[in-house]
Structure formats: C-alpha cells, structure tokens
C-alpha cells in the first residue's frame, strides 16, 4: 500500500469553512472520516482520481477540485485549498503551491467598498 498525505486547507478569512467537512473521493468512492488538516490515504500504488470539494447549498459541490495522479510506492504529499468564492473551483495539487482562487477580487471589493465607507464620511 502506498499513503497519498493530502493536507485540506481553507483561506484564512473562509471562517464558515469551519462550519463544514470537506469531501474526499478516490476513484469516486468516498475517503471517511476527512477533515480540515492532515488526511492520510492508503491505497494501492498506481493511477488514482483523487477528487475534493466542500458539501454546500449551491453549488452542491463547491470548491471541487480533480486530480489524476499515478501513486508511487513511497507515496505522494499533496494539498488542497478551497477557494475565496464558492462558485470557483479549488486548487489541488503539490505543497506550498496552491492558492486560494477569488481572493484577489474579494480583497480589491472589500477596499474599495471601505473606501468609499471612509471617503462618504470624511465629505459629508
């Protein structure tokens, strides 16, 4: 058996993330007992379908993200991040590489939305 370490991560600002569990499938069965953090997943070396998304309302499966990978013998490390915006899909894929996908847009939204907070109240 060969271990597929797959680390579940969130965006720092994605509080309600911590409200839900994540999904995981390997060749569409579903991996129980996945969490945010650290997961741990034996399966047989070769080629796998390693599939991640958060259960939600709409969209059903947010932050999906899909992965065909070929398992070694020693195993493969592996990260997801969920993204900023429910609709866009997740990043899968090698360590410390993954970004979190609409955090730009939401960040640049969230300034100028208190700017124009700021700038209301300094010319009234």
């Known amino acids: 058996m060969a271990l597929i370490a797959l680390e579940l991560k969130h965006p ?5 993330y911590k409200a ?6 390997v060749d569409g069965a579903e991996f129980p007992g996945s969490d945010w953090g650290r997961n741990g997943i034996q399966v047989a ?3 796998h379908r390693l599939e991640v998304y958060v259960p939600y309302v709409l969209p059903r499966r947010a932050g999906r993200a899909v992965l065909d990978l070929t398992v070694p013998e020693v195993g493969v490390a592996l990260e ?13 894929g090698t360590p410390g590489q993954q970004k979190s996908t609409g ?4 960040r640049i939204t969230s300034f100028v939305i208190i700017g124009l907070v700021v700038a209301y109240y300094l010319l009234r």
């Open 20 to 25: 839900t569990t994540p999904k995981i499938l």
């Open 103 to 106: 955090s730009k847009p939401i």
């Open 80 to 92: 997801y991040m969920a993204p900023s915006v429910t609709f866009a899909k997740g990043s899968l």
């Open 12 to 16: 720092v600002d994605g509080w309600l």
């Open 45 to 47: 070396p070769g080629a």
